[in-house]
């Protein structure tokens, strides 16, 4: 299975990128009076794309690429906005959402994953996860948690309500109970919060041992009038339980693989976007040919953390802004 890249920067690269912060911080005053003042769409776009405003976005370590960069949004960053990471941990999957100061982390990677999640989310400033989700005990979904429960307050934990004898289960049970953490195993129509974000599970756990797909916990997150469809790894026969809403943004099932995404369920949820997380060149063949032209038929713009690395999405509750890491 694949990992995620560590970044491993020179001395000198890392002195440019903080220059190169400094400048971008500056700029964003500047564009922020534009805006406030009046200026014309024109003259602020002019102005991005002087300073390049409308090329890079930056975080602590990586450059991120503004995927709107020819819009006329002209899109403005608040500590408001809903944050979504679909975070590069090669065929694996691990996803953290963030509004004012609170935090939903959505499996956490392999085992060898771990430390790079925990890394992500100190980088982030995070010292504490309210909603910690394992859904469901594969380990290229709760590998990493253990090591993400040993580094951080939790309050909330969502596993299914199904077990298995690996030790990576087992590593990840010895962590909460180290840490007297009670696991709920949540139902169809359970609701509560992120921040301003709503959240819904929206399917009941199938509980299979021989498939234990079918007992991924399935989320669906509303921000004003935006929305995102969080799949984990479940599969046709979850997606024919209910009706389902149409939504902005779907996490793609299974790593985009045959067993997940027919086109009814597809065509119900008609997805804006979509976003496929799956390693380079895995042994899988992930994702099959069929269901990405599935969502081109339906012209679901499609970001795959295998050729974008990790997806940066901001909502202000009307418009979604895509920045992705390469």
């Keep these: ?177 180290n840490k007297k953490l009670k696991v709920t195993a949540p139902k169809k129509g359970d609701k509560f919060t992120v921040g301003e974000a709503n959240a819904e599970v929206m399917t009941d756990s199938i509980l299979n041992k021989d498939n234990l797909n079918l007992s991924s916990i399935v989320i669906r997150l509303e921000f004003g009038n935006n929305s995102f469809l969080f799949m984990g790894d479940a599969e046709t026969e979850n997606e024919k339980t209910i009706t389902w809403p149409k939504t902005d943004v779907l996490k793609v099932g299974h790593h985009g693989s045959n067993t997940s995404s027919s086109e009814k369920f597809l065509n119900q949820v008609s997805p804006k976007y979509g976003v496929i997380m799956a390693g380079k060149d895995n042994s899988y063949g992930l994702p099959k040919e069929n269901i990405l032209n599935r969502l081109s038929k339906l012209n679901v713009k499609l970001y795959r953390t295998d050729l974008n690395g990790t997806i940066e999405m901001s909502s202000n509750g009307n418009e979604i802004h895509i920045a992705t890491e390469k």
Aim: a negative charge; charged letters at 25%.
């Design 1 to 177: 299975m694949g990992k995620r890249r560590k970044n491993k920067n020179s001395k000198n690269s890392k002195n440019s990128k903080n220059s190169k912060l400094i400048a971008s911080i500056v700029s964003l005053c500047v564009l922020l009076a534009l805006v406030v003042f009046g200026a014309s769409a024109d003259t602020i776009d002019a102005f991005s794309n002087i300073v390049g405003l409308n090329n890079i976005a930056e975080n602590n370590t990586n450059t991120f690429i503004d995927i709107n960069s020819n819009n006329k949004s002209n899109y403005i960053s608040t500590e408001n906005d809903l944050k979504v990471y679909f975070i590069d941990v090669g065929q694996a999957d691990s996803i953290l959402v963030a509004n004012k100061q609170e935090y939903m982390l959505i499996d956490a990677g392999n085992n060898d994953d771990g430390n790079d999640v925990v890394d992500f989310l100190r980088e982030k400033g995070i010292d504490r996860i309210d909603y910690l989700i394992g859904t469901h005990p594969h380990e290229d979904h709760i590998g990493g948690l253990d090591t993400v429960i040993n580094n951080f307050e939790i309050t909330n934990i969502y596993m299914p309500k199904i077990e298995t004898t690996t030790k990576t289960f087992k590593d990840v049970l010895t962590a909460i109970s």
